[in-house]
Each structure stands twice: as C-alpha cells, then as structure tokens.
C-alpha cells in the first residue's frame, strides 16, 4: 500500500480533512464520520462497528501530516503539469473544466461554445473525485483477491453442502459395494459346497469299488480254508480249481476322467459365469439422473434411476436453491449417435418427459416448449400432448405404463438434403408410436429429463437388456469362400472357352 492509502478516509477514501480520532482508534474527516452516524442511526465505527460514546478529538498529528503530503503532491503535480500540460486541442487553450454530462474536457472556450448548459467541475477537482473512486474500486479489488488467496471468500453453506454431498456419496459407496461383497461370497460359497459334494461322490465311488474287492478277496479266502479242511481224496481233486481262484492280483489303479474332479466345470470361465449372474443385481440404466437439477421437493433414489415427488425435503443438510423447478436432467447429454431409453411412469396420470438442452444451473422461468429447448411429451389426467406452444391433444388408445423415448437422426424431402435429429415417444408395451418431433436441431447436446407430479409415485428409468455376443475367428478361407469361388469359376469359365481353340490350333 501507497502513502496515499494510509493517508485516506475509509468512508470517503479521499486524503483526510480534518480527521478526527474514535475511542477505538481508528482515525476519519470529521465531516465522513458525522455523516455516517446520521445516516446509520448509530455511533460505530465504519471499520471494526465499536461503537464510540465519546466525541471524536481532532488528530492533530495525522492532520500536519496530511497537510504536509497535500502540500507536496500539489508542488510535484504543479511541476509535471508544467511539463505535460496540453492545450484544447479545439481552440489551443489551457484546458480548466470537465464536462460532467460529456466526460470531455474543457477550455473556457468550449464551455462557452458547446457546454452552456452543461454540470461542469474545476478540472483537480474531478480528478481528485475519479481519483478516488478509482483507488476505491482498487481496494475492493486487491480485497477480494486477498479474500481468494486466503480461501475466506467461499460460501460456508456451499462448503457445508459438498461436505454433506460426499459423506452421503461415500456412505451409498460402501453400502452397494457391500452387497458386490455379500454376493461374491455366497457366490463363493456355492461354488465350494458343490466342489465338496462332487469330491464326496467320487470318493463315495472309490470306497464302493474298494469294499467290493474285499468281498470277493473274503470270499476266495473262505474258499481255501474249507479246501484245506477237506478229506484227502476231496482236496486232491479240488486242489487245482481251488488254487486257480486263489490266483488273483488287485487291479492296477488307472486314472480316468471320470474317476476323477471336473475341474473345468468349477474354474472354466468363471469369471464370466460370476459376472453373468451379477447382472441380476447389477442392471445396466442407460440414463442415470443427476441429483443436483432436482428441487428440494423431489426425491431422486440412491441409485439415481428413479425420482418422486414429495411434500418432504429430499436432504436436509442442504441449503442451497439449486432448482427453482421440477425437471430432472439425466447426467450425459447426447450430440450424436442413436440412443433409446424407457421410463416407467405407471398408474401416474401428471407426468412429463422427453429431452432439452442442458439447463447450466439456471432455474426454468419460461414455458417447456421447443423455442426454449425442450422437445417433451406431457400427461395431464387422462390428456396427452405435446410439449408446444398450441399443446394440441393427441388422442392414446390405452394409457403407457412404460414410455420409450428414441433419439435418432432423419433427412427432410427438400433438394438439399438437411439432416435434423428426431425425437420419439413409444409406447413400449406395444410399439407404437405415441408421436414425434421431426426437426430437432443438431448444434447441442440433449439430455433426456423427466417431471414427476403425482406424490408417491415414482417415474423410473427401465435397465436395459444387455446382450453378449462372442465374435468367431474366422480363417482366411472362411472370409473369402464366397470370392475365391467365384475367381475359381471364372478361371474355370475362360479354361472352357481356351480349350477348344487350341485343339482346332492343333489339328
């Protein structure tokens, strides 16, 4: 900071004239500090808001000083006016007074001529004035800078409010991931038990193969001990069989696959197998509503695919007027390409839904028709229209539960040819189609949105159907049948017509 600025007033931020001295110590031209007092209706001071119940005592000190730094800011301005002094570049005379209502200056002359009538001020005196308002726009300036550099000049409320956004974000984390964990472990668990029971069976058939080898061994061991107790002449006849069945050895023990744990049952593609039955619990939504474009009056579910309308605030921690209105945007925006979303809206007879351009906070003041960016289907009781200015009927068979919104692209019938982008509205139940817009412009993103206005009853986005396809190999062979046939005919055809010309040739 300058001279000049621990020289001025904080009320009139000019240099100080005849500045006097509050009990709090702060220091104001007596004329700036009964003027404030008049106009506030109490004795604070301007800077820390003290208030001072004794009369201000001249600062005998500050004014010398001020004085003093008039007196020579006077003489040093005096020699460069000596130096850059320019004439009127009008009538070549010294330049004395501004005009107020032109902001020009001014010579006598021009006064006379131009600006009779004008509010006119001595020329020091306006630029002592503008000098001023200057330095106080600077210190308001180099303030708020101050303020951004210290971090002092965030909201606290805002502050309070991501705190509270990421707490609660964090807390539905580890609560969805949570139920990824339980999950995996049944799923882990399942898979154990049926590892377990196919190594019991196998065992199971071991042991079974096992004990009936020890009954035949028991048998022929019986067997030899009656031969053995028999008479002599009955032993020597029997003594060959007998030693014949006595003969027997254990199998070799061969491993065969059935013999032994199907391994690749339990670990081939296991992972996709795992992932195929986390799909359903893990639906895919195409449109994903974004929390922060909904009013406090709307509650948007911890998943994000579905909004109602409610008398009760959705957050509490939350101070902020995000939204003036009840539409909620979904999170992406759409520039190109096809996309197709269904909503549920159900028994709900006040709805409305379709796609707009991206809203950047703003609250809606003006009517949801296609001149202000939104291209919509609206239900009122048991009325259907269009979201246009004219808000003609469109007259529906049977009411939608489940409203399919398409986004694609069509050609007009004009010579040239323009492309637009097409918005339709489908009754998903049956296919049919509900009604279009056919010229929606191509310049900006368009993201799908919805309004509920029946309390209690939720419009929800449908998880779409995903489809896995595996894409084969193909050889070299199997891409070109098709052409290495047909080179082979026409290498065929051109053999046939060659083969009779040289034959006469030859003859």
């Known amino acids: 900071m300058s001279l000049e600025d621990d020289l001025s007033c904080a009320v009139c931020t000019d240099v100080f004239r005849d500045p006097v001295l509050l009990g709090c110590g702060h220091s104001f031209c007596r004329q700036c500090i009964y003027d404030h007092w008049s106009s506030s209706g109490t004795r604070n001071c301007p800077i820390c808001r003290q208030v001072s119940r004794q009369r201000p005592v001249a600062n005998v000190s500050l004014r010398n000083t001020c004085e003093s730094y008039l007196l020579r800011e006077q003489n040093t301005r005096t020699d460069r006016k000596d130096e850059d002094e320019q004439p009127c570049p009008v009538h070549g005379e010294k330049i004395e007074l501004f005009c107020q209502n032109d902001e020009q200056l001014l010579c006598a002359r021009c006064r006379k001529c131009g600006h009779g009538w004008h509010k006119t001020m001595p020329l020091q005196q306006a630029v002592r004035q503008r000098r001023g308002k200057q330095k106080a726009a600077l210190r308001s300036a180099e303030k708020t800078l101050l303020s951004l550099q210290n971090g002092t000049a965030r909201d606290p409320k805002i502050s309070r409010y991501i705190q509270s956004q990421v707490q609660e974000t964090e807390r539905k984390i580890k609560v969805e991931f949570e139920k990824l964990h339980q999950f995996l472990r049944k799923e882990e668990e399942s898979r154990i038990m049926s590892l377990n029971e196919e190594e019991d069976e196998k065992r199971g058939a071991i042991d079974r193969s096992i004990q009936g080898e020890i009954l035949t061994i028991c048998d022929r061991i019986k067997e030899l001990k009656a031969g053995i107790e028999d008479d002599d002449i009955s032993f020597l006849q029997n003594y060959q069989r007998i030693m014949n069945r006595s003969e027997y050895t254990l199998p070799e023990q061969e491993l065969s696959s059935e013999s032994l744990i199907d391994v690749s049952k339990h670990l081939g593609n296991l992972k996709y197998q795992v992932w195929e039955k986390m799909k359903e619990i893990c639906p ?224």
């Open 284 to 507: 895919y939504y195409p449109v994903i509503l974004n929390p922060n474009t909904s009013a406090p009056q709307l509650s948007v579910s911890d998943d994000l695919t579905s909004v109602t309308s409610s008398t009760h605030r959705q957050n509490q921690t939350s101070d902020l007027p995000l939204h003036r209105s009840r539409v909620v945007l979904g999170s992406v925006g759409y520039s190109d390409g096809d996309h197709t979303w269904e909503i549920e809206v159900g028994k709900s007879r006040h709805w409305s839904l379709g796609v707009c351009l991206e809203l950047k906070g703003k609250p809606i003041t003006q009517p949801l028709i296609p001149a202000n960016g939104f291209w919509g289907l609206k239900r009122e009781g048991y009325m259907y229209h269009l979201m246009t200015a004219e808000a003609c009927e469109i007259n529906i068979k049977r009411n939608p539960e489940v409203v399919r919104v398409k986004l694609d692209y069509v050609c007009d019938d004009t010579m040239e040819k323009q492309r637009w982008r097409r918005v339709s509205f489908i009754d998903a139940s049956c296919d049919a189609v509900i009604e279009r817009f056919s010229r929606v412009p191509l310049q900006h993103k368009l993201f799908p949105f919805v309004i509920p206005e029946d309390q209690s009853i939720p419009l929800r986005i449908a998880p779409a159907n995903i489809i896995l396809t595996v894409e084969k190999k193909m050889s070299f062979m199997e891409r070109h049948e098709l052409l290495i046939r047909v080179c082979f005919g026409f290498v065929m055809l051109i053999i046939m017509i060659l083969l009779p010309k040289n034959e006469q040739r030859g003859k």
